[in-house]
């Protein structure tokens, strides 16, 4: 089968600085995929590449088996995409919003109309039709450009950070019209900030630090492999817990007043026994343990 996005051995240079550096990756038709990654990781250039916005220095990358430096005028007209910046025009309203977005796509008129309306129903949009972007909140903001990605009917849908800055409500909003958009066999590639959001929809996801590949794979996968069954925050830790720790190369972080231990059940049982005079905190583990164990937990910017 082709691969809805196949990425090789990706680098993008911004004058001396390798911002990607060499990253490959496949995305079958029909997945959600998450690109994950600190501020910085590389991300958007990532993105930026995909939708033909920033020329690749070097690699390849093809979408639906056809080379975006080549065909990028088919390629363009089965994609969506949702930038990570708000790019509506302020000055007009929602549902002039997608009819001049329709217009660049060359859709007839009485089609742009109805995928409009179709559009402003899927995504709760309807009484906001006449209000102007200046008026909305960032949540009814980030359904329009949702909605706006959509207006071709795209086979592939990219998100970059969706949900950065949304209320929960405007979040798991969009997390089902997202899920229901997977159904229709719409393919998804996404970024984001939130683990359980990245936990909740993606089928696989890749960790990115640097420009880097760290990790790819389902998120069960990746918790299972890198943290084990449990996180155990230890506080007012003692010598005797952090050498039988170091003793027997359990994955753990000592941070300022306690300790967090990642381990299988055995282990964890025995801490429990054993080390747990004071506050111990059992519970399970989440990819948000995976991804700061393995970028880290300094600020980046
Ligand atoms: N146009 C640009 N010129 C120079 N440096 C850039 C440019 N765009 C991004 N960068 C740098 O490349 C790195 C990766 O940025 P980006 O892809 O936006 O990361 P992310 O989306 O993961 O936060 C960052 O260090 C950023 O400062
Ligand atoms: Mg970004």
Known sequence: MTAVVEATDLKKRYGEFTAVDGVSLRVDAGECYGLLGPNGAGKTSIIRMMYGFSPLSSGKMLLFGQDIEKDWRVI?????VCQQDNTLDPDLSVEDNLAVFAGYYSIPAA?????????????????KRKAKVMELSGGLAKRLMVARSLINEPELLILDEPTTGLDPQS???LWEKLRALQKTGVTLFLTTHYMEEASY???RLMIIDYGKILV???PQSLIKRHVGDSAIEIEGAD???????EKNRINHEVMDQRIMVYAENSVAEHIRHHFCMQRC?????????????LTGRELRE
């Open 216 to 218: 790819e794979d389902s």
């Open 201 to 203: 929809l993606c089928n």
């Open 239 to 245: 010598e005797a817990l952090r050498q039988y720790l």
């Open 281 to 293: 905190t059992f519970r399970p583990p989440t990819l948000e343990d995976v991804f700061l164990h």
């Open 76 to 80: 363009r007209s089965r994609i969506g």
């Open 111 to 127: 089609r742009a109309r109805a995928r409009a309306e179709e559009l402003l129903g899927f995504f709760a949009l309807e009484k």
């Open 171 to 173: 979040r798991h909003l």
